[in-house]
Structures are given as C-alpha cells and as structure tokens.
C-alpha cells in the first residue's frame, strides 16, 4: 500500500512595483499627517508651558503700542478704563458645561487716551432661539481689568462669508483686522481675558488651557503612525504567494 507523499507548501516573496508605489504614496501621506499632528502637540506643550509661567504672575500694566503683540502672549496684565457697549461682539460657537453660548467682547477705553483694547469677560449661554442674543448688563464708570492677554488666531474657518464692511453683533472668529476697520478708534491688537475674581463686570469665565487638546493631537498622530504601518504590512501580505515548486517524483512500486 502506498502513502501520498506530503510536501510542505512553499512561499515566496514577490513584490510589484505598481502596489509597492501606492503603498509608499499612502505611507508617505500618513506619516507626514503624523508628524503634522504631532508637531501640533509639541506647539501645544510650548504654549503650556509659556501659560502656566505668567498664571500667578503679578500683572503688569498693559503698553499703549504693542509692536509685538506675541511677546504678550498669556502675559497678565492690568489696565483701567470704561467699557464702550456699542461696540460689543458676541464671540459665537463657545460651549462650556455642554452648552452653546458666546463670549462676550467689550471694548474698553483706556484711562486718558483714546486708546481702547478688547476684554473678553466670559461665557454666556445662548437664548432657546438662537437669532436671540442674550441681555448684557455692563458696568458703567471706571473699571479697573485685571487677566491675562489673548493674542486671537489669524488662521480660522469660517461657515459662508460676512461682509467685512458691515457690522454684526455676533462674529464666528475674532478678526482683529475686520475690527479694527470698523471701528472709530484705534485698538490693541489683543484682548485680555478677565480673571476669574475680577469684578469688572464678568461672566463665566473657565478658560480653556493650551494643554487640553495635547492628548487629542497625539492619538491622531498615532493614529496616521498606525495607518502607515497598517498599509505597509497589508502590502507584504498581498506581495508573499505560493512557490511553484516542480512535482516531486513518485516512487516505483517493487517488483
């Protein structure tokens, strides 16, 4: 009686150059959102850094002229003044405790002079009917602000386009430009965020630390690491097949 001879099945590796291009294409895109991504968080770490060294800094008196605004990042500072409601803006799409609202932007006139600079004094919740804007009651007389400066982003999205020649109450992003241009007085070209035991007329005002999206970056980040991986072993995978191997010879049965 005779046993089939079993031979183990071999493979071989054998790549094409047509899928070992797409997979270094779809490599090269991962890792460089990778990297995008995790230079965000390093960005992120660096402001942290820079806040929590002026959060319980004795505050400074903020300059008339500011050729560097940057330089005053998360400085805190102090400046006195009346508030100029007719001015003010509702910051839109801000949510705190899981709700909608807008923070609320008053120009303030600096004690003196005709200069004025921005204060953000904090959270409100927006109305049931969002074409409803809140009632803001504002001091009035002289004001004494105390918190840390917000150099605002020049780089935003905004949904649909405004007219940047025409006044609106309520504004996606704080464009210091557009505001700066419609506005009969000159403006510093940052804000200060009221500290939270100010009495100069504040509402919520739980800011938001750099450090809070650190986390959110890095898990993208390895997240594109993990996708580049993923379309290099997929590759391997498809690239090993069978060996062809020739037939082995069969045994002559005995005479």
Known sequence: ?????????????????????????????????????????????????????????????????????????????????????????????????????YHVITPLRIHNTQQYVLVNRGWVPAMPEHRELPTIITP???????????????????????????WDAVWQNMDMQRYAALVPFAISPVIVRLDADSQAGGFDRDWPQPAERIGMHLSYAYQWFGFAFAALAIYVYLSIVPAHSPTPPQEKPAS
């Not at 300059?63 to 003010?88: D, F, I, S």
């Not at 780089?155 to 007219?163: E, P, V």
């Open 140 to 166: 009035t007389g002289p004001q004494r602000v105390t918190g840390q400066v917000w150099v605002p982003s020049t780089r935003y999205y905004t949904l649909g386009k405004s007219d940047p020649k025409r």
């Open 1 to 101: 009686m005779q046993f089939p001879i079993k031979t183990r099945q071999r493979y071989r590796f054998s790549p094409r150059i047509p899928g070992a291009l797409i997979t270094l294409f779809c490599m090269a895109i991962c890792i460089k959102l990778g990297l995008w991504q995790y230079d965000k968080a390093q960005q992120k770490q660096a402001l942290q850094a820079l806040y929590s060294q002026y959060l319980h800094a004795e505050p400074s008196p903020l300059p008339l002229q500011l050729n560097n605004a940057e330089a005053w990042r998360y400085r805190r500072v102090t400046v006195e003044g009346e508030y100029e409601p007719r001015y003010q803006v509702f910051l839109d799409n801000q949510v705190s405790h899981e709700l909608a609202g």
